[in-house]
């Protein structure tokens, strides 16, 4: 049924293009594991061993602690129509804040959406697929719209605000560093 890759085989590149949710699970030496559904056209596979993704701003910012800490990250895809399959990436991440000397090379390879917090970096170095035999059918029936109008609505020095009141630390009391570099 599932098969492992050190990489990412061109057909399940495929695959991760044609996926319209992923989800991001990551996980301090300490405290709680997250694991959050992410969306809109926010990813690019790179290469065989990278993965980009722009994460928006949130009510939290669990990841970027994580990251931090850490680095390890795992994103899944589940196919909820055709033939069913669980796809899992796993490997190393570093975030990228916006002010970072990196960021303007990054977002090149995205979608640049209102609200953008970091880019996730990730390094592949383990890809699992599994049956998803379980998983429903669903109908994809749009994006919804509701954070790209907020996020226009408190424009560049709201979404600084924001950051300032509800991103610097993770549940856990972790530090984000989101100031840190954007100041």
Not at 64 to 82: K, V
Not at 102 to 110: A, T
Not at 134 to 163: C, F, M, S
């Amino acid at each position: 049924m599932g098969k492992r890759y050190a990489s990412i085989p061109d057909d399940l590149k495929g695959f991760i293009s044609r996926q319209k949710l992923f989800f991001v699970g990551t996980a301090g030496p300490a405290g709680r594991v997250n694991v959050s559904p992410k969306g809109m056209d926010s990813l690019r596979v790179l290469d065989a061993n990278r993965i980009l993704w722009l994460n928006l701003t949130g009510s939290g910012n669990e990841t970027a602690a994580h990251i931090q800490e850490n680095g390890r990250m795992t994103l899944m895809w589940c196919a909820f129509d055709g033939p069913p399959m669980i796809l899992r990436v796993y490997g190393a991440a570093r975030v990228v804040h916006t002010r970072d000397n990196e960021w303007n090379g990054l977002i090149e390879h995205l979608n640049p959406l209102p609200g953008a917090r970091q880019i996730f970096d990730l390094t592949v170095d383990l890809v699992q697929t599994s049956c998803g035999f379980a998983v429903p059918l669903y109908d994809y029936n749009g994006d919804r719209d509701q954070l790209i109008k907020w996020a226009h609505t408190k424009g560049e020095d709201g979404i600084h605000r924001y950051w300032e009141d509800n991103n610097q630390t993770s549940l856990d009391g972790k530090p984000t560093h989101i100031l840190d570099r954007d100041l």
